[in-house]
């Protein structure tokens, strides 16, 4: 096993583990947000306990669907597959959740401004995504037209 055998378990490995955390943090999360809500309203602000378990919780689908599609993404390379029009189509969905991610930080946003940078994480990465996607895209065609020359 090589070191880029390795590094692709372990990273498969992680997004296992990234499932497991969203599920804690989905039964943690009422819990979670109802202590930071008290210390919130302790320091004299208004509740934001509702808005931002709804925020959470919109969050949610968009993480799991992106983590699939990770999940998919390394098993294609895994198999030694790297450059096929699926990864293309995988990264699109992937900055699509992480541009879903910005719509619903926008949100929470309006309570508590802080929340901007987590909205502009996300907006930068699915920008860097789209990047990437771009040169899968590309790469495709580049092997799909060596695959017919002779």
Not at 10 to 29: F, N
Not at 47 to 64: D, E, N, Q, R
Not at 66 to 92: G, M
Request: net charge positive; hydrophobic share 55%; with cysteine.
């Amino acid at each position: 096993m090589n070191g880029k055998d390795k590094s692709v378990i372990l990273t498969s490995v992680l997004v296992k583990v990234v499932y497991g955390l969203i599920a804690v943090c989905c039964v943690a999360a009422p819990f979670l947000v109802k202590r930071y809500d008290g210390l919130v309203v302790a320091s004299g602000q208004e509740s934001v306990y509702l808005p931002l378990l709804i925020t959470l919780y919109c969050a949610v689908p968009f993480a799991v669907v992106a983590l699939v599609c990770l999940d998919k993404l390394l098993a294609n390379i895994r198999k030694e597959q790297p450059f096929i029009t699926q990864n293309v189509t995988l990264l699109r969905i992937i900055s699509y959740c992480c541009f879903g991610e910005v719509l619903v930080f926008a949100y929470i946003t309006i309570l508590k401004p802080f929340a901007a940078v987590v909205m502009i994480a996300c907006a930068f990465m699915g920008l860097i995504l789209r990047v990437v996607k771009n040169v899968f895209e590309q790469a495709v065609q580049i092997r799909e037209e060596n695959d017919f020359t002779i």
